[in-house]
C-alpha cells in the first residue's frame, strides 16, 4: 500500500495548527478597558482600586522593567450566546506574551471587583472561567507585572534589568487581548485528543503497528471533519479517534506517579518581592484546577511562600488551607525555603526544619515526611541524618541528572550520609521538576529508568515551573489521556506520599548510594557572590552567639529571652539560603537586598548579644571578653565570659636574605623579596612543609569564561590560562591589632590586594588576612597553598562533621569532582602528620597531587576566593572584600577542627560591665563533642535545648555538665519532641553522660527546675 507517514503526519499537524486551535473559542466580544500605572512598587488592590482609571485599549505599550499596571475591564456577556451549547464563557487575556517560557516575562493577577483573585494569566494559561450570567455585567481587574525576561533565552549575555538602577524605563509589552470569550468544550477536547495522540506517535518506531493506527485514525479524523465548520464536525473528529485512546496500555507498562507541582524560585532573575505575587498567581491556578478536577493533587514546598501568602493574601491563603484540609493541595519538603545544601552550617540546615515543620504543623497540622529537593546545586553527605532527625522518611531531586561527565546509576536508592544514616529516595528519570506531561516527556521516563525488572514506578512533577505558573488544565487533560494508553507509561494522578509508600513497598531494598550527592556542574556556586557568602557566615556565627548568651542570661537572671526576634532573623537567613540566593545565581537586585538583610541582622543580633551580656554581667567598671566558641580561646573557657588574663602575644617579624622572617615558639615562616611563602617550617615536627621551589600564600588569576551558565559554572578549561600574581608595590612591617604583620601589596589589572601574615606568640599557625579590591570581569582568583605532603585525599568540613574526597583522578567520579565545597577548614596529611587550611568566608576549593621527580607526591591546596561572572548580575562581586585564612601545621582533624571554629567565633570584648566573669552554661569534656547550639525550647516552656555532634570521626564517649539544675533531660528531635535516641547514657543532675557515632548529631532537652 502506499502511504507516505512523513506527508500525512505534517498534514496532520497542519490542519490541528491551523484549524483547530484557532477554533478553541466560537467567538470573542471586547471589553471597556481603562488602566493605572504604579508609579513604584506593587501596591494592594484596595490602594490600586482608588486611583484614577484613564483608557486603555488593545495594542498600547505598557510596563517599565519591573512595573506595573492594572486594567479594568468591564463590559457584558453577549446576549446571543444564550442558546450556545457544550460552551464555556471565559476572560481571554495576552498581555503581550513573547515566545519565553511562563515566569519569565509578563504575568497578570485576575481579580474580582471586590477584590478576590479569580486566577492568573499567564503564556501559557490565558483564560479565566467565568460565573456571570448573561446580562450581568463584568467588572474585573487585571494587576499586569511588567516582568523583563532576563533570561533572554539563556544566551547569558549581560542585561541591565537585574538592577532597577540600570533596568530603564521603556515600556516592555504591548497588550494584545482582554475579551470575553466563548470556549467550544467540545472543540478544547478534540485539541487535547490530538495533543495526546500525537504526543505519543512521535515516540514509536516507525515500524510499529501502534503508531501506523494512530496516524490513520488522525488521518481519517482529518478527512471526514469540515476544515470551515470545525466546531460542527469536532465531535465526529472525537468519535474517530475514540478508539485509538481506548486501546489500554500493557501489563509491564511503566507506571507513572503524576504530582501537580510549580517550583517557585524564592528569587533568581526576580527579586522576593515578585516571587510574593508568584506565590499568589500560581496558588489561584492551583485551586481554580481543584475546583475542576476534585482528583488532582498539588505538592508545593517552601514555608516561607506560604507565610507570604498568609500575610498579603489572607483570602488566598484561606482557600488553599481548605483545600490542604481537602487533601489536594500538599505542603511538602518540611523547609522554610527549598535550600541550597552544601553551603548553609549544620545549625542552619537544621533551622530549615524546624521553621518549615513547625509553620506547616501550626497553620495545617501537616507534617512533611519528604523532603523536596528538585534544584538545588548538589547535597551535601550530612543530609540524610538532618533529614531523618527532623522525621522524614523519604527525599526527592532531580538536579543530579545535570551531571555533564557521569550518569547516576539509580533512580531509586537509599542515600547513606556520613554517619550513616539512610533515607529511601527517589530521582525522578522524567529529568525535569516542570514536565507538561507530553508524550516525550513520558517515553523519556520510561526509558531512562534504571530500577527496570525489579522496580515498575516513578514519580513525574508537572507543571510550569522555575517562574511557577503550575499545572494547566491541559496537563490534567494529558493525565486523563494516558492514564492508560497503549503504547505509553501509565500516569495516575497521585500525591507524594502516595508515591513513596507505593514505591516503597515495590521496591524494599533498593541499593544504597553513600556520601554526597555531587554535581558535576554548577561548581562556581561555590565562590560567586561573595559578600552574600560572607553575609551568611557571618549571620550564622552571630545567630549563635545571640541564641547562647541570650539563654545564659535567661537562665541566670531570668532575663527575658528574645523568641520573637530571634525567629525572625533566623528566617530572613534562612530565605537567603534559597538556592538561587547563597550560591550567587541572582540578578544584582536580589544580591543587593541580601547585602542590606545581612547588614542589618548583624546589627540587630549584635544588640540581642550586647543585652544578654549586660543582664549576664550586670553594669561596671569592668570588661569582659566573651567565648560563644566550643573550644577555649586564649585562656577563656569555651561558651563563658571572662576577664582576659592572658595576652596570647605575637611572633616576631626580622629582615632576613632579602625578605623577612616570621617567627615564634613552633613555626619559622620565611617571605621572599617579592613576596612569596618561600618557607614554612613546622619547629617541633622539625619539617618543612612548602615544596624546594615552590610559593606559599600564592593568589593565581584564572580565565573563567564558563561555557555556558556564567554564575553558576567553573569549568575545568580555567586551569589552561594561570597567572601567579607576583608583581610587588609594597613590602613592609606593619602594626597590627594583635602585633606586628607583614603587609604585602600587588596590584593586577584594574585590581589591588594586600595582604597582612602575622603570628600569634606560640600557635604553630601562619594567619593571613586579605584585602581585595576587585575590579576584574571573567576571572577567578584563587589562593595556592603547595604543601610538601603526601595525601590521597583531602578532608573537608561540612555540617556536622567532615568528609573525605581522593586528590587523584583514577576515575571519571574522580576527575569530574575538580572543584569542591568545604566549610570553615580544609585538612590534608599523611600517616602521622597533617596540616589544616582554615577560612571565615570561602567556600570553594580545589586541593590536588603534584609529582615531584625523584621526591614522591606534594599536595596543592587552594582557596576559590573571587569570580567576576557577568550573567546574570554583570557587576558580580566588583569593589571591596576581606577574607581571613590560617595555615595550621601539623594538624590533625581535631586541630582542624578548633581552628575553623576560632577563626569564625572570634572573641568578642563587652566594657562597662559589673564582673567580667561568667561561667558556662554546658562544659563538654571531650574534645570530639561540640556543642553547637544552645538556645531555649520552641515551646516557650523555658526549657533548655543543646544540639551537640561528634566531629572527629570516631566513636566517642564524654560528659555533658549542665551549669545549672534540671529536673530531667532527654534526646530529641530537631523539632524538640522525645526520640529513643542511642546517645544518652545516664543523667544526673548535673552531669550526663553521652555516646556518640562518628558524626552522630543529638539535642538535648533539659527541663529546668523551677
Known amino acids: 500500500m502506499h502511504y507516505d507517514s512523513p506527508l500525512v503526519e505534517a498534514r496532520i499537524r497542519r490542519f490541528r495548527g491551523e484549524r483547530v486551535q484557532p477554533a478553541l473559542y466560537r467567538s470573542t466580544s471586547s471589553l471597556t478597558l481603562s488602566s493605572w500605572e504604579v508609579p513604584d512598587e506593587p501596591v494592594p488592590f484596595e490602594e490600586a482600586v482608588r486611583n484614577e482609571f484613564t483608557p486603555a485599549g488593545h495594542g498600547m505599550y505598557w510596563g517599565k522593567p519591573w512595573g506595573t499596571v492594572w486594567f479594568h475591564a468591564e463590559g457584558k456577556i453577549p446576549a446571543v450566546w444564550a442558546d450556545e451549547q457544550d460552551t464555556r464563557v471565559e476572560l481571554v487575556v495576552d498581555l503581550g506574551f513573547t515566545g519565553a517560557q511562563p515566569g519569565f516575562q509578563a504575568e497578570g ?41 532576563v533570561a533572554q533565552d539563556f544566551l547569558f549575555i549581560p542585561t541591565p534589568y537585574g538592577d532597577r538602577a540600570t533596568a530603564g524605563d521603556a515600556r516592555l509589552y504591548r497588550l494584545a487581548q482582554i475579551e470575553v470569550g466563548l470556549l467550544d468544550l467540545t472543540v478544547w477536547e478534540l485539541e487535547q485528543d490530538f495533543a495526546a495522540l500525537l504526543g505519543l506517535l512521535g515516540q514509536l518506531p516507525a515500524s510499529s503497528q501502534r503508531r501506523a493506527e494512530i496516524l490513520r485514525a488522525l488521518d481519517r479524523a482529518v478527512d471526514e471533519m469540515d476544515p470551515d465548520d470545525v466546531a460542527g464536525t469536532a465531535q465526529l473528529g472525537r468519535d474517530i479517534l475514540a478508539p485509538a485512546l481506548a486501546k489500554p496500555a500493557s501489563a509491564s507498562a511503566h507506571r507513572l506517579h503524576a504530582v501537580g507541582h510549580a517550583h517557585i524560585d524564592s528569587a533568581w532573575l526576580w527579586p522576593t518581592r515578585e516571587t510574593v505575587r508568584k506565590v499568589a498567581r500560581t496558588f489561584s491556578n492551583v485551586c481554580d484546577l481543584i475546583d475542576e478536577n476534585p482528583d488532582f493533587v498539588f505538592a508545593a514546598s517552601s514555608a516561607q511562600q506560604y507565610a507570604w501568602l498568609k500575610a498579603s493574601y489572607p483570602e488566598l491563603f484561606d482557600r488553599v488551607k481548605e483545600k490542604v484540609a481537602a487533601g489536594n493541595f500538599v505542603p511538602v519538603g518540611g523547609m522554610w525555603v527549598e535550600s541550597d545544601t552544601n553551603l548553609p552550617g549544620g545549625e542552619a540546615l537544621a533551622r530549615q526544619f524546624v521553621a518549615g515543620k513547625n509553620f506547616f504543623l501550626r497553620e495545617f497540622g501537616v507534617e512533611c515526611e519528604e523532603v523536596w529537593l528538585p534544584d538545588s546545586f548538589g547535597y551535601s553527605a550530612a543530609l540524610p541524618q538532618i533529614m531523618a532527625a527532623a522525621g522524614a522518611r523519604w527525599f526527592l531531586t532531580q538536579k543530579i541528572s545535570w551531571n555533564e561527565t557521569n550518569t547516576m546509576p539509580h533512580h531509586t536508592f537509599r542515600w547513606e550520609g556520613i554517619d550513616g544514616t539512610q533515607l529511601f529516595t527517589h530521582f525522578p528519570p522524567v529529568d525535569t521538576y516542570n514536565s507538561t506531561l507530553s508524550g516525550e516527556e513520558l517515553a523519556r521516563a520510561e526509558s531512562q529508568y534504571a530500577e527496570k525488572g525489579i522496580g515498575t514506578t516513578s514519580m513525574v512533577p508537572f507543571g510550569h515551573g522555575d517562574g511557577g505558573g503550575g499545572p494547566t488544565r491541559e496537563m490534567i487533560a494529558a493525565a486523563r489521556r494516558t492514564s492508560s494508553l497503549e503504547g505509553s507509561p501509565t500516569v495516575a494522578l497521585s500525591s507524594p506520599r502516595a508515591f513513596f509508600e507505593d514505591a516503597e513497598a515495590e521496591y524494599p531494598q533498593p541499593p544504597v548510594w553513600s556520601g554526597e550527592l555531587y554535581l558535576e556542574f554548577h561548581r562556581g556556586t561555590y565562590t560567586s557572590q561573595a559578600r552574600t557568602k560572607r553575609g551568611n557566615r557571618r549571620s550564622e556565627h552571630l545567630l549563635r552567639e545571640a541564641e547562647l548568651w541570650a539563654t545564659t542570661a535567661a537562665v541566670r537572671t531570668g532575663a527575658a529571652y528574645p523568641e520573637q526576634e530571634l525567629r525572625e532573623i533566623w528566617e530572613v537567613v534562612l530565605l537567603q539560603q534559597f538556592h538561587d540566593i547563597l550560591p550567587g545565581s541572582s540578578i544584582a537586585w536580589v544580591h543587593q537586598e541580601a547585602e542590606r538583610n545581612y547588614a542589618d541582622v548583624a546589627v540587630r543580633l549584635g544588640a540581642i548579644i550586647d543585652s544578654a551580656a549586660r543582664s549576664l554581667l550586670g553594669t561596671g567598671p569592668h570588661t569582659a571578653v566573651l567565648n560563644a566558641s566550643p573550644y577555649p580561646v586564649d585562656g577563656v573557657p569555651a561558651l563563658s565570659a571572662a576577664a582576659q588574663d592572658r595576652q596570647p602575644g605575637a611572633g616576631t617579624i626580622s629582615a632576613a636574605d632579602g625578605g623577612y622572617r616570621l617567627e615564634n615558639a613552633a613555626v619559622r615562616v620565611f617571605v621572599d623579596g617579592t613576596g612569596l611563602v618561600r618557607s614554612v617550617y613546622d619547629v617541633a615536627a622539625g619539617r618543612e612543609l612548602v615544596p624546594d621551589g615552590a610559593a606559599a600564600n600564592l593568589l593565581q588569576l584564572h580565565r573563567d569564561t564558563p561555557t555556558q551558565w556564567d554564575a553558576w559554572d567553573i569549568d575545568e578549561h580555567y586551569r589552561r590560562n594561570t597567572r601567579d600574581l607576583t608583581e610587588l608595590m609594597d613590602l613592609r612591617v606593619v602594626d597590627g591589632p594583635g602585633g606586628p604583620a607583614l603587609r604585602i601589596e600587588r596590584e593586577f589589572s584594574a585590581s589591588r590586594v594586600v595582604q597582612f601574615l602575622s603570628l600569634d606568640g606560640t600557635e604553630p599557625r601562619l594567619d593571613i588576612r586579605t584585602e581585595v579590591d576587585w575590579h576584574e570581569q571573567k576571572k577567578l582568583l584563587k589562593l595556592a597553598f603547595p604543601l610538601d605532603v603526601h595525601a590521597d585525599r583531602a578532608t573537608s568540613e561540612i555540617q556536622f562533621g567532615h568528609i573525605h574526597r581522593p586528590t587523584h583522578a583514577n576515575t571519571s567520579w574522580d576527575a569530574a569532582r575538580f572543584e569542591t565545597v568545604a566549610h570553615r577548614w580544609v585538612h590534608v596529611g599523611e600517616t602521622g602528620y597533617g596540616v589544616a587550611v582554615a577560612n571565615d568566608s570561602t567556600y570553594g576549593h580545589d586541593v590536588a597531587r603534584s609529582s615531584s621527580t625523584g621526591r614522591g607526591s606534594t599536595t596543592t591546596v587552594r582557596l576559590s576566593l573571587l569570580r567576576a561572572p557577568t550573567f546574570p548580575d554583570p557587576t558580580s562581586d566588583q569593589g571591596r572584600h576581606l577574607m581571613n585564612v590560617s595555615l595550621r601545621v601539623g594538624a590533625g582533624i581535631p586541630e582542624a577542627v578548633r581552628e575553623g571554629y576560632r577563626l569564625n567565633l572570634p572573641l568578642r570584648t563587652v566594657e562597662g560591665v559589673g564582673a567580667p566573669d561568667a561561667a ?26 543543646v544540639r551537640l555532634y561528634e566531629a572527629h570521626g570516631t566513636r566517642a564517649r564524654g560528659t555533658l555538665t549542665a551549669g545549672f539544675a534540671f529536673t530531667s533531660v532527654g534526646e530529641t528531635d530537631l523539632l524538640e519532641r522525645p526520640v529513643e535516641g542511642a546517645a544518652l547514657r545516664r543523667a544526673e543532675s548535673p552531669a550526663v553522660e553521652l555516646e556518640l557515632r562518628p558524626f552522630q548529631l543529638a539535642t538535648l532537652r533539659f527541663a529546668r527546675r523551677a
Open 109 to 149: 493577577t485576575v481579580y474580582s471587583a471586590s477584590g478576590r483573585i479569580l486566577k492568573a494569566v499567564e503564556p501559557l494559561n490565558r483564560g479565566v472561567r467565568l460565573d456571570t450570567g448573561l446580562g450581568e455585567p463584568i467588572d474585573l481587574y487585571i494587576e499586569a507585572a511588567a516582568n523583563p525576561n
Open 920 to 945: 558556662p552554661l554546658f562544659t563538654v569534656d571531650s574534645d570530639a563533642l561540640v556543642i553547637e547550639a544552645v538556645k531555649l525550647a520552641e515551646d516557650g516552656s523555658g526549657d533548655v535545648v
